[in-house]
């Protein structure tokens, strides 16, 4: 149990590093004026989501999945319920990173730097939600 519980929380700590640097690699990238600095851009982007974050991502899923089969109690506590909402939220947003990556990729990008900066401030939230639900179990 320990084992699940360390290599989960080594994952989380993977996935939230990418989800914090990839969105100010678009700010960076929003900002950027010139096509050597662009294209530079879209490669650290692509390594950073595909080679980081959504192996990260997919491997702290795995691990709390086995974790919660090890404790299936959890799932009737109103604390994992809620946790995993905001699981489900920071889900959708590194989906929704992915999504921003190929409207770079495609040059289409649709925000200027400052939207990139607040955008850049929700995996911020959800961390300190999930962190604290899952050390203070408060439900």
């Given at each position: ?38 294209e530079r ?8 989501f ?17 974790l919660?089969m090890?404790?299936?109690h ?10 995993l ?35 850049n ?12 639900l ?6």
């Amino acid at each position: 149990m320990l084992w699940l519980k360390a290599f989960h929380l080594i994952f989380m700590v993977t996935w939230f590093a990418g989800l914090f640097y990839l969105p100010r690699l678009y700010v960076y990238h929003a900002m950027a004026e010139d096509t050597p600095s662009k294209e530079r851009f879209k490669v650290m982007e692509r390594k950073l989501f595909w080679g980081i974050m959504t192996p990260g991502g997919v491997l702290t899923l795995g691990f709390g999945s086995a974790l919660l089969m090890a404790q299936s109690h959890w799932l009737g506590s109103g604390w994992m319920h809620f946790k995993l909402k905001l699981l489900a939220l920071l889900v959708i947003y590194h989906i929704w990173c992915g999504k921003l990556l190929l409207d770079f990729k495609h040059d289409r990008n649709p925000h200027s730097h400052v939207w990139y900066r607040w955008f850049n401030e929700a995996p911020v939230l959800l961390l300190i939600g999930i962190v604290l639900l899952a050390t203070l179990k408060p439900f």
